[in-house]
C-alpha cells in the first residue's frame, strides 16, 4: 500500500519568514495530494491541494509543488504570521477509492 | 467547503458500556465514509472504510467486533466502541470525499472519547 514520509515533524520559523514542509509517497499511482492544517483538538481543515496532472499551486501565501518522477510534494507557507501555528498534514491518494494516507504531520510554530 | 458533522464531540462513559457517534454528510451524499483515530501528537491512523449498504472495510489489527461500522444511508455512518476500555479512549475523527467536488476528503467535528 501507500506510504507517506513527511518532514520536519517540527518547524520553528520567526514570524515573516517562510516555511516548507515536504512529503514522500511510495504509490507511482497516487493522483491527489491534499495539505491539511490541525489545530488542537479540532478537525483538520484542507487548505490547498494538487492533483497529478499539475506541478504547481498557488493560493495567497500558501503554495504546494509536486514533483511526480521523485515522488515528493512540498507545502510553501510564504510570510508565516503567528496564527500559522499549527500541525500540517499531507497526504496522497491512489486510483483505488477515495483513501487518503497521511503522512505524520509536521507541528509548526511561529514566534511573534 | 461541504460540510461534515459529528456526534458526540465529547463523551465520557464507564469501563464496559458501549458508546456511538454520527458522522453525517449534510449537503452530499458519501457511499464512503472514513474512520480514523488519533492519539495525542500524532498522525491520523486510518481504522475502517464504512460503505453504504454493505460491509466497512477495517484496517488490519483493528477489532472489527469492538469497533462496529454502520453506514445505512447515503449521508450518515455510525462507529460503535463496544465494551469500552480506558485504552480506548482518543480521538475519533470522521471524513467524507464530496463528489461534487471532485471527491475532496472533509473532515468531521471529531470525538473525544474518555472511558472511566
Redesign the interface.
Known amino acids: 500500500g501507500e506510504n507517506v514520509e513527511q518532514h520536519p515533524s517540527t518547524l520553528s520559523v520567526q514570524e515573516g519568514d517562510s516555511a516548507v514542509i515536504k512529503c514522500t509517497y511510495s504509490d507511482s499511482a497516487s493522483n491527489y495530494f491534499p495539505w491539511y492544517k490541525q489545530e488542537l483538538g479540532k478537525r483538520p481543515q484542507l487548505i490547498i491541494d494538487i492533483r497529478s496532472n499539475v506541478g504547481e499551486k498557488k493560493d495567497q501565501r500558501i503554495a504546494v509543488t509536486l514533483n511526480k518522477t521523485a515522488k515528493h510534494f512540498s507545502l510553501h507557507i510564504t510570510e508565516t504570521q503567528p496564527e500559522d501555528s499549527a500541525v500540517y498534514f499531507c497526504a496522497a491518494r491512489g486510483n483505488a477509492g477515495n483513501m487518503l494516507t497521511f503522512g505524520g504531520g509536521t507541528r509548526l510554530m511561529v514566534k511573534p | ?1 461541504a460540510v461534515v458533522s ?1 456526534h458526540p464531540s465529547r463523551v465520557i462513559c464507564k469501563s464496559g458500556t458501549s458508546v456511538k457517534i454520527e458522522c453525517r454528510s449534510l449537503d452530499f451524499q458519501a457511499t ?1 465514509m ?1 474512520w480514523y483515530r488519533q492519539f495525542p ?4 491512523m ?1 481504522m475502517a ?1 464504512s460503505n453504504e449498504g454493505s460491509k466497512a472495510t477495517y484496517e488490519q489489527g483493528v477489532e472489527k467486533d469492538k469497533f462496529l461500522i454502520n453506514h445505512a444511508s447515503l449521508t450518515l455512518s455510525t462507529l460503535t466502541v463496544t465494551s469500552a476500555h480506558p485504552e480506548d479512549s482518543s ?1 475519533y ?1 470522521c ?1 467524507a ?1 464530496d463528489p461534487t467536488s ?9 470525538s ?1 472519547l474518555t472511558v472511566v
Open positions: 467547503g459529528q464512503t472514513f501528537k500524532k498522525s491520523l486510518l472504510t480521538f475523527i471524513s470525499p471532485g471527491n475532496t476528503i472533509y473532515f468531521g467535528e471529531g473525544w
